[in-house]
């Protein structure tokens, strides 16, 4: 594959110079280039096979707090010289000299891709999706539709920025995902899993795809042949195997500067306090290996990191990009983050994770006498002003003296961030992890999330 050329053979400085000649705490070159494949099969069809290539060059100016962004797919210099001189009209003040280094350097994000996408064939993706789909189809003759997507991109990123950044990046792509509907005559359930991450078709080795179409399929068979959950206040389990979806969307987007700078964060006036108890820690991390929410640099030319973010139910901080943290008077924590050249970066999540305990998970179902366990998170939302979220739950289970009973279904989980956080009285040694796409201020970034398996004592409130 041919070197992307990036910002290479473009007078950065000088372009940047145009962009600060009126003044600016900042000004910012930000270049992407996307090659990627989808392969859909649904209803027992191959309904899409695309593969493409989008690039372009976003120009961000930063003065007092606010940002001017522009975009182009004209990569010559003279666009982006007469587009920054644009921008530079909304400030007002002195030129700022500007100085870089004479080349980009190369940043490696956590991990290595043992196999490029693009060292395999189109017509052997293809015939994977098709076996997935016979397998999940295979499980039960209750098994109404499969949908089975594989999606792959090589994502490649070069920051030039004032002051003093001029980095790259290389980023891979891979995910394959399995949605079934199951129906006898009476009703219809879904099961949904998927796998993952910034990672090469490794992923795939050790029988993945033949685990995720089984676990899809059995999920939705079961949901079918589940009892209704009567609604009340009780006990919950979340086992691991439901990943991090909570601790993503009741506490993360809350813990995101942006939002607690506008006040629409429960957590705004809590850094120094307990917000949780004290078996709960939780950090935002981009440096795991593989995952999908990790890089080596964000879309600042910020270093990935690990940022704590609750220290034994303590609030540390929040999550910033370089502008909350200008206006905080912080370091920026490598979360500015945009889905591609088109939008200005914003405070994102990562790879978001409550830290492991020490208590065996299957010591914490067998301690619950009664109760529900999550084993599946669904959908749901959160509104990150009050901390109040409501969540669907895929795939559950009674707790009966201590032991997996019938499944259920229909059951939905609500309660407040800080209170279940205050809540959880028991913190499994295990840690389990879920892939996503998270959507903000109409932007989709991919991420990550994860937990230990977690007792959250009464009164956890759930719905039938």
């Known amino acids: 594959m041919p070197e992307v050329a990036g910002l290479s053979g473009l007078p950065v400085s000088r372009i940047l110079s145009s962009l600060l000649a009126r003044g600016g705490e900042h000004g910012e070159l930000f270049f992407e280039e996307v090659r990627s494949l989808t392969v859909l099969m649904e209803d027992g069809r191959i309904e899409r096979v695309v593969s493409g290539t989008d690039a372009g060059i976003g120009v961000r100016l930063l003065f007092r707090g606010k940002t001017y962004y522009a975009y182009t797919n004209d990569r010559s210099a003279e666009s982006l010289l007469a587009l920054s001189s644009d921008l530079s009209r909304y400030a007002g003040g002195d030129a700022v000299p500007v100085a870089l280094p004479s080349s ?46 594989r999606s792959e991109s090589l994502r490649t990123i070069e920051v030039a920025a004032h002051p003093g950044v ?28 998927s796998a993952g991450g910034t990672e090469g078709l490794e992923f795939l080795e050790g029988g993945v795809p033949e685990e995720l179409a089984r676990k899809a399929a059995g999920r939705a068979v079961r949901a079918l042949h589940a009892a209704k959950l009567p609604g009340g206040r009780m006990p919950v389990v979340l086992s691991s195997e439901a990943g991090g979806t909570m601790v993503h969307e009741a506490v993360g987007h809350g813990l995101e500067a942006d939002l607690a700078r506008r006040g629409m964060s429960v957590y705004k006036e809590k850094p120094g306090e307990r917000v949780g108890s004290p078996l709960v820690s939780i950090v935002d991390d981009a440096t795991v290996p593989g995952k999908r929410g990790s890089f080596g640099i964000d879309d600042e030319g910020t270093p990935g990191q690990r940022t704590l973010l609750v220290d034994g139910g303590i609030l540390k901080g929040f999550l910033h990009d370089r502008l909350s943290a200008m206006k905080d008077g912080v370091a920026p924590t490598g979360n500015g983050r945009r889905e591609s050249y088109r939008h200005k970066p914003i405070p994102r999540m990562t790879n978001t994770l409550i830290l492991p305990g020490s208590t065996p998970p299957e010591a914490i179902l067998s301690g619950a006498d009664r109760g529900l366990l999550v084993v599946k998170m669904g959908g749901g939302q959160v509104n990150t002003v009050t901390g109040d979220f409501m969540f669907e739950v895929a795939e559950g289970y009674r707790i009966e003296g201590g032991r997996r009973g019938e499944p259920v279904r229909g059951a939905t989980i609500a309660g407040n961030g800080p209170e279940v956080l205050s809540m959880i009285d028991r913190v499994g040694s295990d840690l389990g992890f879920g892939i996503g796409t998270c959507g903000k201020d109409g932007q989709g970034v991919p991420v990550g999330d994860a937990q230990p398996t977690l007792s959250i004592g009464p009164p956890f409130i759930t719905v039938g």
């Not at 190369?106 to 397998?135: F, H, M, N, Q, Y």
């Not at 790259?168 to 899993?193: I, K, N, P, S, W």
């Open 104 to 149: 980009a350097r190369s940043a490696r994000g956590p991990g290595v891709v043992r196999v490029p996408p693009a060292t395999r064939g189109i017509g052997g993706k293809v015939a994977l999706v098709r076996e997935v789909d016979r397998i999940a189809r295979e499980h039960s003759t209750e098994i109404r539709q499969v949908r089975v997507t």
């Open 166 to 193: 001029f980095v790259r990046e290389e980023q891979t792509y891979c995910v394959l995902a399995v949605h079934c509907v199951a129906g006898d005559g009476a009703g219809l359930t879904t099961g949904y899993e």
